[in-house]
């Protein structure tokens, strides 16, 4: 069966590719399409024709594992230009997404159509790329140039209606897609060449000129999105000719490029965090959730749920704090309304699959309880026997707990088999990560069942094994046990942070400590003194600030004082730094950014390697799906572990 065939409906040719599993525009589909086309022309019979897709998607772009080849002809511009040059109109029928290289074919068709559902998006500077079969030279030409831009440099797709809305499509099809298609392509008379269409100028000149400064700001050091700016810009003030041949150098170029060698590592690498083969066990049912806390992180896990079509029942210890987790989720699913993620019938949807109870006996019926208390194991202990006496007895037992003993909590179960962690990130309906955390005595289909919650909340799962801090908090608190060794020998937090965003990632060390408030962390090092290694280098800056009542953002000072909410240095914290360097006889020195780097990666690697030899991680690539998901390490760096292997 080859992966392009033609099939004729009276005078309109339906052309089909099969390529399983996103019909990626590999060798063989190229090839499969110029000889589609060159028999189309030699064909007089045929009117017109429509092109569509089997299987789950239409063209979802370009196969992703031929970047790492030299390109093997026919190159798909080359097919694109074909198909826009043939003497019958070509319709695209659009199922499923049309990304990358898929969205560029429908675009060098001569007119397009796609299911209600069908999202369409040129994803290319997320993958270290631009476009590089017409994408920034034919969008321009189809929508307005405001539209295209925040579509080719901000990766994102767009629904069908959007695409309507903006000229990218046709028609939106509510019955079957390729009877719509055959019925749009006999109106057509002549192809309309999407090259030979002026650009279309910017709705807006300023705000597309301010549009344009924000996504240079955005990009920070990756390259691609710079490049997709300008390759807009080109656009439009040249020929479509000679903005095809840049596009396409500057496509090849950045394919060698490093940062797209990351990029592409980390794409296959959270595709890849769920291949352990207990996570292909039939997994328990995950539709209605029991959550235990009605705090920041039990309202954030609710309404994450919520927001995927779960149900979800919580409880409280009382009324009133029932009532306030009540809040907390409506004020959540408010929020996503406001930004347009969700319709008001899907919010009062979701509300109505929402309870919030104060008796346990309400969570009888539910497939998976999560915990989210107080982090203290006793009060993790006493929900857990509560939770064993009322749930059913297959139900999943989960602890949403950031660093505490998975294995102690589930022993405390009769059957400890059906226990698991579930780290959730804050917020948890925003953060993609979810560090699914195996005690030793969990059972094949309840990792199953973690890994399809993982999936259905459309979350990375990755799986980790039991030690203080899982995976990423374990290797956070050795980053930051090397942030604070660098106060102490003659950085600035300001320093150590500049150097931090300077590298990519979205805040500093010492800025995120302010945002998530420095008391929970103090209280935890209170707890454990008793049990620190004396041997071991201690640096007390931090426990001093706390002491001074400076907990962060919440108090209005921490490693920077807040005025007005804008953080400035501290005189006390640069008094408080001083002094510990005297008590410890440390002559400061100063730091440049690249040796601050340095050395909290070289503190992320080494800890990384550790979490690595005691099993904790199943492996490096997991390593840096965490870090980059849940802790804001740069995605296109590719984590620290694939920055130590590339050398
Ligand atoms: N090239 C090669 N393989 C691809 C691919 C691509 N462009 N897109 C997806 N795949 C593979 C995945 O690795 C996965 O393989 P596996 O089953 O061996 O793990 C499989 O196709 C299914 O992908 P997955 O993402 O798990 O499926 P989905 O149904 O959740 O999502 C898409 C489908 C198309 C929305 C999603 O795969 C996607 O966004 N792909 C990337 C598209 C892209 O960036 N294109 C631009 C390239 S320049």
């Known amino acids: 069966m080859s992966v392009v065939s033609t099939l004729l409906h009276g005078s309109v040719a339906v052309v089909t590719i099969d390529n399983p599993p996103v019909n990626a525009t590999s060798q063989a589909v190229r090839a499969g399409l110029l000889a589609a086309v060159a028999d189309i022309e030699a064909d007089p019979g045929i009117a017109s024709v429509v ?367 059906r226990a698991i962690g579930l780290h959730f990130f804050s917020p948890a309906h925003v953060m993609k990560l979810l560090e699914i955390v195996l005690p030793e005595r969990v059972a094949d289909d309840v990792v199953a069942t973690g890994a399809a919650l993982a999936r259905k909340l459309g979350k990375i799962g990755v799986l980790a094994g039991v030690c203080d801090g899982f995976i990423g908090n374990r290797i956070m608190s050795a980053y930051r046990r090397e942030a604070d060794y660098l106060l102490e020998d003659g950085a600035t937090p300001s320093e150590v942070d500049a150097a931090m965003t300077g590298f990519g990632f979205a805040m500093g060390v010492f800025a995120m400590q302010d945002l998530a408030g420095l008391d929970i962390a103090w209280a935890m090092r209170k707890r454990r003194a008793a049990t620190r290694d004396p041997s071991e280098r201690y640096v007390a800056i931090a426990d001093r600030l706390c002491q001074a009542g400076r907990f962060g953002r919440k108090t209005g000072a921490g490693w920077y004082d807040y005025v007005d909410g804008k953080a400035r240095s501290a005189p006390t914290v640069t008094e408080i730094i001083a002094s510990e360097r005297r008590r410890a006889g440390i002559t400061p020195r100063p730091f440049d950014p690249e040796e601050i780097m340095q050395r909290l990666l070289a503190a992320m690697q080494s800890e990384g390697q550790n979490v690595l030899d005691e099993g904790i991680a199943r492996n490096a690539c997991d390593i840096d799906v965490t870090m980059i998901n849940g802790y804001g390490f740069p995605r296109w760096r590719g984590g620290p572990m694939w920055m130590r292997d590339r050398g």
Not at 78 to 88: F, Q
Not at 103 to 112: D, F, Q, T
Not at 232 to 238: A, G, P
Not at 388 to 395: F, G, N, S, Y
């Open 51 to 417: 092109l569509r897709c089997t299987g789950r998607t239409f063209v979802a772009g370009a196969d992703v594992r031929e970047f790492d080849k030299p390109p093997q002809p026919p190159h798909l511009p080359d097919v694109i230009a074909a198909i826009e040059a043939a003497s019958r109109p070509w319709v695209a029928a659009i199922h499923g997404s049309a990304l990358g290289g898929g969205l560029e074919l429908a675009m060098g068709c001569h007119a397009r159509i796609a299911a209600r559902d069908a999202r369409l998006g040129l994803p290319e500077v997320t993958l270290g790329l631009i476009p590089g079969a017409g994408g920034t030279v034919r969008l321009p030409r189809l929508v307005a140039a405001d539209a295209a831009l925040a579509m080719i440099a901000g990766g994102k797709p767009v629904t069908a209606a959007r695409a309507l809305e903006i000229g990218l499509l046709d028609d939106v099809a509510d019955g079957d897609l390729t009877d719509a298609a055959i019925a749009l392509a006999t109106g057509l008379e002549a192809p309309r060449r999407t090259l030979d269409r002026p650009v279309r100028d910017p709705s807006d000149a300023d705000a597309f000129s301010a549009q344009v400064k924000r996504f240079k700001t955005r990009a920070g050091g990756q390259l691609s999105i710079r490049h997709a700016v300008e390759a807009v810009e080109n656009t439009l003030v040249t020929d479509a000719a000679a903005a095809l041949a840049a596009e396409r150098q500057t496509f090849l170029d950045l394919k060698d490029s490093e940062q797209a060698a990351a990029l592409r590592h980390v794409f296959f690498a959270e595709r890849a965090t769920l291949s352990d083969p207990r996570c292909k066990q039939t997994p328990r049912p995950v539709d209605r959730i029991g959550v235990v806390g009605g705090g920041t992180m039990g309202a954030g896990i609710a309404a994450a749920c919520l927001l995927k079509g779960l149900s979800v029942t919580m409880v409280e210890r009382d009324t009133e704090a029932a009532e306030t987790g009540r809040a907390r989720v409506a004020e959540t699913l408010a929020g996503s309304l406001a930004r347009g993620l969700l319709t008001s019938d899907a919010r009062d949807a979701a509300l109505s699959r929402f309870q919030a109870a104060t008796d346990y006996s309400e969570l009888a019926g539910e497939d998976l309880v999560i915990e989210a208390v107080f982090e203290d194991m006793q009060v993790k202990k006493q929900v857990f026997a509560r939770l064993d006496e009322v749930c059913a007895p297959d139900a999943v037992i989960a602890t949403n707990t950031s660093y505490l003993d998975v294995d102690e909590l589930a022993a405390t179960l009769r059957d400890p088999s």
